[in-house]
């Protein structure tokens, strides 16, 4: 089963890393920490199940779902990096 994960370890990484933006947003936003944290819950048990049912039929399209997630992440992030942007010119 791992070598079969191989091919998505670059997403799994990155999207936690994502995972961890959106969480710092939703505290910075004085979002509600209980429904934060439920909602974070279910949505990496979502991901989860999808992912163990998925994967063997998933991987014939690994390359297409790995540039697709990658490119969701990269615009999630500058989406969160442009949000931050006007507080970060307050300081100047």
Known sequence: MLGELKHFLVLLVF????NL???AQGVAA???PIGLA??????VVCWFLIGTFGTR???KYARYINFIGGF???VLGVQ???GALPGMLAFF
């Open 72 to 74: 969701a992440i990269f």
């Open 38 to 43: 439920c909602l974070s819950l279910c949505a």
């Open 30 to 32: 004085s979002v509600n």
């Open 57 to 59: 039929f998933a991987m």
């Open 80 to 82: 969160a990096m442009l």
């Open 15 to 18: 999207g936690n890393i994502e």
């Open 21 to 23: 933006i959106l969480a």
